[in-house]
């Protein structure tokens, strides 16, 4: 990472004060699919986020479309095709763009984007470049320095990254750990590096995170107007009546480790005073491959006044049956949580209604799935 240079009073894109400027999504189009609808994908998401907020969807076409350009389905969404009969594509596009790019904003508001080498491609990325305002892209290439892995908040009084224990527990043996936190430290100055899951009083289950990034069970809110002195933060919750397939031993294992989670942090960490909320943590099978976390969401916090973007799990297909049968729990546990975090003091809260639950099968949702480029602090 030394090879980096960034530039003066540059700070890492904010997980949660200030408002959403410019955020980015991916989608790769299948054939069977008109590239003009892929905005439709994201119609939720970009409906809760309002006609402020510019987004910009990457789209990876299919061989053979001869498309050069993309309409556009409103003022402030703007689709970005990337044609593969013209740039050269070894990485197909994942889904999950907050797990490939790192976002950093200077004075200016002018982006710093670090990109994984490992999967995102350098021509897609220039692609990129065109397209959106000024931005610097600067490729990386360390395993896990991922978005989901990494949540900064700036604050005045002391800005602090959490971060994913995770990135130290690196197989390849050409990065060791000290110099994966020489890499963090210089990307993250200014601020307290906070490792969750790095040992069981943290969370560590089975020698790792109890999930493999923490955005799906971690989400700083800032410092609310109710309670100026502490920062809050979600935590993810699995109760009994959580788990929609019927309990066992691994949930239960997860479950507890989720709960010493919450109490380390409510205990404070490094000088700083924590309120810990706990949001449901759904369970959709017993093997743990699909799950639906509510605090893999979007915060925007002005002056204590907190806007939460959770996702909608509600199945959007009722077939087959067991779907049909989870609907009306899912709405129901959405129905409480949206009382309860009312009840905590965030005055605007919003489920986008994409279908998530059938992108959580994929073991993502709405955090992982789109990056804030830019946030504007009032």
């Known amino acids: 990472m030394s090879h980096l240079r960034f530039p003066e009073n540059t700070l890492p894109v904010c997980s949660v004060n200030g408002s959403i400027r410019e955020i980015l999504l991916f989608c790769k189009c299948p054939v069977s699919e008109n590239p003009a609808l892929t905005g439709l994908r994201f119609s939720g998401l970009i409906e809760a986020l309002g006609p402020e907020v510019q987004i910009y969807i990457l789209v990876q076409l299919p061989h053979g479309t001869g498309i050069k350009t993309l309409p556009q389905p409103a003022s402030n969404v703007h689709l970005i095709p990337v044609n593969p009969d013209e740039v050269t594509i070894i990485h197909s596009l994942t889904s999950w763009t907050q797990d490939v790019i790192l976002g950093f904003e200077d004075a200016q508001h002018k982006a710093l984007l670090l990109y994984d080498a490992s999967r995102l491609d350098a021509q897609v990325m220039d692609v990129l470049k065109q397209a959106v305002r000024d931005i610097t892209l600067s490729p990386h290439h360390f395993p896990n320095f991922a978005g989901g892995n990494l949540l900064p908040v700036c604050d005045g009084e002391k800005s602090f990254v959490i971060a994913g224990a995770d990135i130290l527990r690196n197989e390849n043996a050409e990065i060791n750990q000290a110099g994966l936190i020489a890499a963090l430290e210089e990307m993250f100055s200014r601020s307290a590096i906070i490792w969750a899951g790095l040992d069981e009083q943290s969370g560590m289950l089975n020698g790792k995170q109890p999930l493999f990034h923490i955005d799906l069970y971690l989400c700083p809110l800032g410092r609310l107007a109710a309670v100026p002195h502490l920062q809050h933060i979600l935590v993810a919750e699995l109760k009994p009546e959580y788990c929609l397939c019927g309990q066992n031993e691994a949930t239960r294992n997860l479950a507890l480790a989720?709960?010493?989670?919450?109490?380390?942090?409510?205990?404070?960490?490094?000088?700083?005073?924590?309120?810990?909320?706990?949001?449901?943590?759904?369970?959709?099978?017993q093997e743990l491959r699909h799950f639906g976390s509510y605090a893999n969401a979007f915060a925007e916090n002005n002056q204590g006044k907190c806007r939460l973007?959770?996702?909608?799990?509600?199945?959007?297909?009722?077939?087959?049956?067991?779907?049909?049968?989870?609907?009306?729990?899912i709405q129901a546990v959405q129905q409480q949580l949206g009382n309860k975090l009312?009840?905590?003091?965030?005055?605007?809260?919003?489920?986008?209604?994409?279908?998530?639950?059938?992108?959580?099968?994929?073991?993502g949702s709405l955090h992982c799935s789109a990056k804030a480029l830019s946030r504007k602090v009032l």
Do not use: M
């Open 258 to 285: 989720l709960d010493k989670t919450a109490q380390w942090f409510a205990a404070g960490i490094q000088g700083i005073e924590f309120q810990v909320i706990r949001v449901p943590l759904l369970i959709f099978d």
């Open 309 to 329: 973007i959770l996702p909608d799990y509600t199945p959007h297909n009722p077939q087959p049956a067991v779907n049909h049968a989870f609907a009306a729990k």
């Open 342 to 363: 009312k009840a905590a003091g965030i005055e605007s809260i919003t489920f986008a209604t994409d279908n998530y639950f059938e992108l959580s099968q994929h073991e």
